[in-house]
């Protein structure tokens, strides 16, 4: 109980009347409790940055010029915080399956599961949610789009906030989803529930186009002195399709002797032509008279009804598309259940993985074959199976970016039971080896590439130079996650030089040593890449004077610590990181 307002002191009165003043401010839109105990891992980073270290064991390879996924275990706070540094941009997909927060204990806040007695139950998913939207937000391209798993609990809270944060007009829609076939006969619910939703928002709905299904090639069947025709009927045979419905679109067509048509009535004609009957009433045309007097040379009169020809253009795309459907029906749980089983030949590591068909399907609804994609709840791994089947099937060059921590009975980091360890890096593994944990055969599996990454951190020193010395040496990995470099080409304690088959990667920790390790530069790549080089800076300067000017390579350089402090600072809104 609260105390009654005639027990407050005058101070305390002021306060309570300056935060109701607060919270009225908002007239529409989503409110919630902010005064709720924050979350440690975000006042962690008060104290200390977020960074992230590869465990070198688990890499995976041999896929020759395919991308390098990735699977970072850890708080995904942490971790979309070092993907403001590394992909901000970057992201042209992310799938979330966030927990429902059903009060059944899927959601810890502050080590803790939230049960359905929590006052503030509500108010901590959206606090949490809310912190990583919007850093997610920030990852998304120009033509990205952001999918969310979400049910009943949520749904409305989340459709809101999302609303707030990526704008009613780039909602693109919630996707009901069957979860489940029939009702049972246990429980207390009457109507029982057998679905969830799919939200979807764009980060730039104009002029995104979403993938189509190809159903066809068009076909030009008929020919004339303008070319090869296909025809459809000028008739609307839609749903309002009648001529009460749209009067004006009704009128009748006159052939004149000489072919010529028109819809004024001559006082000679060779035919007239009405619309068919639709629905049992009149029907009507699907052009307005306007359109008719500026087009009808496109119009073909045959056995008594009208055409459109469609003539054949070059250029043109002759594809015929239908779009995807906004209601899942196809992609029941039990799927996802089916497959984790079989990848890893035991039952019961965890419990409704989502099917892959489903995220196969979000993520076919991005054109681009080579979309990076993230999922920053990632559970069993079902993102980065579906990314490797997708490849597969259609010859994709798709990277998976998979986040998820290492929970198991309630505790954030559960060693070798908890999910990262037991289940989403086996999965992955399994799926690319084709080789269960057991040793048994899976598949012949995908050829891919894996490197593995837990988040670290590194104390802020007590001065912004002490923090930039104790990062330097600390962000190397971050750096070749940005650069997508992970093959080491060499190190000493003043360089580390990494590459890939584009771009050659000297991270330089000393600055004035600059200009002899160039020397090394030159030595060790070899095949001339273009280089992208970092320096070590107490500022934005990358010294790059530095750099030989005879040196015959192609090169860029960066400032570091400073780009990533530069990145900290608008995360964790502080001045001094
Ligand atoms: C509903 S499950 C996702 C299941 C996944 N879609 C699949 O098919 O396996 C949500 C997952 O998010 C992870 N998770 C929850 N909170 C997290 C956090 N703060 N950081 C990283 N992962 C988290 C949990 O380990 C949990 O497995």
Redesign the pocket.
């Known amino acids: 109980m609260g105390r009654r307002l005639e027990e407050y002191t005058h101070e305390e009165l002021i306060e309570y009347i300056k935060e109701l003043k607060k919270q009225t401010r908002r007239r529409y839109g989503l409110v919630w409790e902010e005064k709720i105990k924050p979350e440690k ?1 975000v006042e962690e980073c008060e104290t200390k940055l977020p960074v992230v270290k590869e465990v070198e064991e688990r890499a995976l390879g041999g896929a020759e010029d395919e991308p390098t996924n990735i699977i970072i275990e ?4 942490h ?1 979309l915080s070092v993907l403001n540094y590394t992909h901000a941009g970057k992201i042209d997909v992310i ?6 927060n059903t009060g059944n204990k ?3 806040y502050n080590d803790c599961y939230v049960d359905k007695e929590d006052t503030f139950r509500h108010s901590k998913w959206l606090s ?1 949610m809310d912190k ?1 939207l919007r850093l997610a937000k920030t990852l998304l391209s120009e033509n990205g789009i952001i999918l969310i ?1 979400i049910d009943d609990n949520e749904q409305a809270e989340l459709k809101l906030l999302c609303e707030s944060l990526f704008g009613a007009e780039n909602f693109i829609g919630c996707a009901p989803r069957k979860t489940r076939g029939s009702a049972t006969t246990k429980g207390t619910a009457e109507l029982q529930t057998l679905g969830d939703y799919l939200l979807i928002y764009a980060k730039h709905k104009s002029g995104l186009t979403l993938q189509k299904k190809i159903v066809g090639e068009k076909k030009y069947p008929y020919s004339d002195d303008r070319g090869d025709y296909y025809t459809v009927p000028l008739q609307d045979n839609g749903p309002h399709g009648t001529r009460e419905a749209r009067p004006n679109l009704w009128y009748p067509i006159y052939v004149l002797d000489d072919g010529e048509l028109t819809y004024k009535e001559p006082e000679r004609f060779k035919e007239k032509v009405l619309p068919q009957q639709h629905q049992n009433k009149e029907g009507r045309w699907m052009w307005s008279k306007k359109k008719f007097d500026t087009d009808k040379k496109d119009l073909l009169i045959k056995d008594g009804r009208a055409f459109i020809k469609h003539y054949y253009k070059e250029g043109e795309d002759q594809n015929i598309y239908q779009y995807e459907k906004l209601w899942l029906d196809e992609f029941q749980n039990a799927k ?1 259940t089916k497959v ?1 089983n079989e990848v890893l030949g035991e039952k019961g590591l ?1 419990n ?4 892959v068909e489903l ?1 196969n399907y979000c993520i076919g609804l991005s054109r681009n074959k080579s979309a990076v994609v993230l ?9 980065g199976q579906a990314v490797m089947e997708l490849n597969k099937q259609d010859g994709g060059h798709r990277q998976f970016i998979l ?5 198991a009975k309630g505790k ?1 980091d559960a060693g070798a039971e ?3 360890e037991k ?2 890096y086996p999965r992955i593994k399994t799926v690319i080896t084709g080789i269960r944990p057991d040793g048994t055969k899976y598949s012949d599996g995908i050829p891919a590439n894996l490197r593995y990454f837990k988040t670290d951190f590194v104390e802020k020193g007590k001065t912004t130079d002490d923090t930039r010395e104790a990062l330097i040496t600390e962000c190397s990995d971050m750096i070749r996650i940005r650069e997508n470099a992970f093959e080491h080409v060499a190190s000493a304690p003043e360089y580390r030089f990494y590459k890939n088959d584009k771009v050659f990667v000297p991270i330089i920790f000393d600055q004035f040593a600059i200009a002899e390790t160039w020397e090394k530069v030159e030595e060790f790549n070899t095949d001339k890449l273009p280089v992208h080089c970092y320096n070590f800076s107490y500022n934005r300067h990358a010294n790059e004077e530095e750099i030989p000017e005879d040196t015959r390579l192609e090169w860029t350089a960066c400032s570091i610590p400073e780009t990533v402090l530069e990145v900290y600072k608008k995360i964790f809104r502080k001045k001094e990181v």
């Open positions: 891992v850890g708080d995904n706070y971790a799938y979330i399956d966030p927990p429902y899927d959601f810890i949490f990583r798993s996802g984790l965890f409704n993985p989502k099917p995220i999922d920053f709840f990632a559970g069993s791994g079902t993102t986040v998820t921590n290492n929970e954030a908890g999910i990262a289940v989403t």
